[in-house]
């Protein structure tokens, strides 16, 4: 079993930098590829980005690339989501979620285990 907690963020302007930590519990999450998903309100829940279980590899939403970064600390067992030039459109609920059985990164039912959300407020 695995445990998420998200924490990290707030209430920001435009532009500014928030970055998200997603805190793992379970002996086999540094195993695990990892997703952070979001959610605005009204609107159905989206793929923001994605890293495997030795951080060698990653994937972004488009409209993220070059401003979103995710990492992971396996010794940690923490999962990092630094977004920079945050926009008002970012606005959202942010959940992380693991991916133990290697499903599609892109489609949150490959995801077994999903954290309660933090939410990011960018005001213009």
């Known amino acids: 079993q695995v445990q998420l907690v998200e924490s990290g963020g707030g209430l920001v302007q435009a532009g500014d930098s928030l970055r998200l930590s997603c805190a793992a519990s379970?002996?086999?999450?540094?195993?695990?590829?990892v997703g952070w998903f979001r959610q605005a309100p009204g609107k159905e829940r989206e793929f923001v980005a994605a890293?495997?279980?030795?951080?060698?590899?990653?994937d972004y939403k488009d409209s993220v690339k070059g401003r979103f970064t995710i990492s992971r600390e396996n010794a940690k067992k923490t999962v990092y989501l630094q977004m920079n030039s945050l926009k008002p459109e970012d606005t959202a609920v942010y959940y992380c979620?693991?991916?133990?059985?290697?499903?599609?990164?892109?489609?949150?039912?490959?995801?077994?285990?999903w954290g309660q959300g933090t939410h990011v407020t960018v005001s213009s």
């Open positions: 979620a693991a991916n133990p059985g290697g499903s599609s990164w892109y489609d949150g039912a490959g995801y077994k285990y």
């Open positions: 379970g002996r086999t999450f540094s195993t695990y590829a």
């Open positions: 890293i495997n279980w030795s951080g060698s590899s990653t």
